[in-house]
């Protein structure tokens, strides 16, 4: 008796077994592991580059004495850090260009910061003058006037207290008393005045007795008065 296996029988056994192919598919916390770790890059990265950028503030090219017209050969551009403190009130490039012409309140040191407030509009208008009013931060409503603002001025005549100008425009501000600026000084106020407004206040200043009120919004002086 033949006994050979059949084709049928032989191609059964002698067949590879078939193989099934099993697709992988990553649980959810393995999603939430990798974007986690990209977003660290990320936040990694824009830290770095925050801490790398830089902008350009203007400083005094060489001494510059007060009085001085604000123009672009005495002043140079340099980089400073994004994240400098006080970086706000420096002059930047578009100020310069802003600010072209106007004066500058005091005297500054070479290589000097310029802080914006050092600068003061040539005019007030109106055929006005200005005049800087030299006071403690917080005889001048605590130091928180604004340029546009109106104010007015109090000295002491003798034991009374008597207002020596009144309604006058706030031209430019130097404020060098805080910290992380570039000098340290008095706190300044310049306004427009008149001539008689002037030497009322050249007075006052003489006395060292002066007490500034913002004013702004607020009823004439001689309407509540009468």
């Known amino acids: 008796m033949d006994t050979s296996p059949s084709v049928i ?13 099993a ?19 990320v936040l990694n990265y824009l830290a770095l580059q925050g801490r790398e950028a830089t902008t350009l503030v203007a400083i005094a090219d060489s001494p510059i004495a007060a009085g001085s ?16 403190e006080g970086l706000d009130h420096l002059m930047g490039q578009a100020d310069l260009e802003r600010l072209e012409g106007w004066i ?14 050092l600068v003061i509009r040539p005019g007030a208008g109106d055929g006005l003058r200005t005049m800087s009013i030299p006071v403690a931060a917080e005889h001048a409503a605590g130091a928180t006037l604004v340029i546009g ?37 008095p706190y300044h106020v310049v306004v427009g005045v008149s001539p008689a407004q002037a030497l009322a206040l ?7 007795s002066l007490e500034i009120l913002r004013s702004t919004g ?3 002086l001689e309407e509540e008065q009468g």
């Open 69 to 84: 017209p604000l123009t672009p050969d005495i002043v140079r551009l340099v980089p400073l850090r994004a994240d400098f």
């Open 218 to 220: 607020a009823d004439a």
């Open 9 to 21: 029988t032989r191609e059964a056994g002698t067949s590879a077994p078939t193989v099934r192919s």
């Open 104 to 117: 500058v309140g005091r005297s500054v040191r070479e290589g000097e910061l310029i802080d914006r407030s």
């Open 202 to 208: 050249a007075r006052a200043i003489a006395d060292g």
């Open 149 to 185: 603002d109106r104010v007015d001025v109090i000295s002491m005549v003798g034991e009374e207290p008597v207002f020596v100008a009144s309604g006058l425009e706030v031209v430019s501000i130097a404020d060098t008393t805080q910290t992380g600026l570039s000098a340290a000084g």
């Open 23 to 41: 697709r992988y598919r990553p649980s959810l916390s393995h999603v939430a592991i990798a974007f986690a770790v990209v977003l660290a890059f």
